[in-house]
């Protein structure tokens, strides 16, 4: 398993800036049971760093977060995702930045609200794999592959039902 997630992360981190072409008009949600997941091909995720020194004790991650509009209306483009109060969407960070993910488009998706599990529940994914890695129970290169691979497989593992 390590070995995979570790090809996987180096896969990740070898994308070039624009991981897919510039004509993309369209993407589809994939789905784990209900739970919506990225289109791969248009959101890969994408990492910043792979230190966990600096994910673990590198202060807030405010100063890589810097979405601009613009961005933020191409993914729901993309993706064609209207925003509606509590049911879609926040433009979420496949690998998260306190996971060491990129404030870059190819880790952006419109992640639902509902149907749950969605945006909410898979930031506490992102929080228990975050303290996962700075206990040393896990390796940052799991994590990130983890999460761009199947957040919601995360989420029950986290759960204790898988």
């Not at 091909?41 to 977060?65: F, I, L, M, N, W």
């Not at 488009?105 to 996962?132: C, F, I, R, S």
């Amino acid at each position: 398993m390590k070995l995979r997630a570790l090809a996987l992360l180096v896969a990740l981190a070898a994308l070039p800036a624009i991981a897919r072409p510039q004509t993309v008009t369209t993407a589809t949600y994939g789905h784990h049971d209900a739970v919506l997941l990225p289109d791969r091909s248009v959101t890969p995720g994408k990492v910043r760093t792979t230190d966990a020194a600096e994910v673990c004790h590198g202060g807030s991650t405010k100063q890589y977060r810097h979405t601009t509009a613009a961005e933020k209306n191409q993914v729901y483009k993309w993706y064609h995702a209207v925003k509606k109060p509590q049911i879609c969407c926040e433009v979420d960070h496949l690998i998260s930045l306190e996971l060491g993910g990129a404030d870059e488009v190819e880790n952006l998706w419109p992640q639902p609200y509902k149907p749950a599990p969605g945006a909410h529940e898979k930031d506490a994914v992102e929080n228990w794999l975050h303290a996962q890695v700075c206990a040393g129970s896990m390796t940052l290169g799991d994590a990130q592959a983890q999460i761009a691979t199947d957040w919601y497989a995360v989420y029950l593992k986290m759960k204790g039902t898988q």
